[in-house]
C-alpha cells in the first residue's frame, strides 16, 4: 500500500482538528493517518473526513457576519449656493 504525504493534508488536518500533527500521510485507499502532537496515531477513512469537512464548512459558514441589508438613503441636504471672491 503506497502513502503520499501531501501539504494540503497538513492544511486540513490543522482545519479539521485545530493542531499541526507530527506526522501524516494519505493512504491509496483515501484514507488519512494522522499522529497528533502527543503521539496518538488516529486512521479517518474518506467518509469520515467528509463528514468533518461538511461539518467544518458549516460551523466556518455560521460563523461568518451576516451581509447587512443597504440602509435606505438619506434625504439629501441641499446647500445654499456660495460664490466666491465676490
Excluded at 2 to 14: F, G, M, T, V, Y
Aim: hydrophobic share 35%; glycine share 4%.
Amino acid at each position: 500500500m503506497e502513502k503520499r504525504k501531501l501539504e494540503a493534508d497538513a492544511k486540513l488536518i490543522l482545519i479539521l482538528f485545530g493542531f499541526n500533527p507530527l506526522d501524516w500521510c494519505r493512504r491509496d485507499n483515501g484514507e488519512l493517518v494522522v499522529i497528533n502532537p502527543i503521539g496518538q496515531k488516529f486512521v479517518y477513512s474518506p467518509e469520515e473526513i467528509s463528514k468533518l469537512s461538511d461539518k467544518a464548512l458549516v460551523k466556518k459558514e455560521s460563523a461568518l457576519p451576516k451581509p447587512k441589508a443597504d440602509p435606505k438613503p438619506k434625504h439629501k441636504t441641499v446647500h445654499p449656493k456660495v460664490k466666491l471672491g465676490a
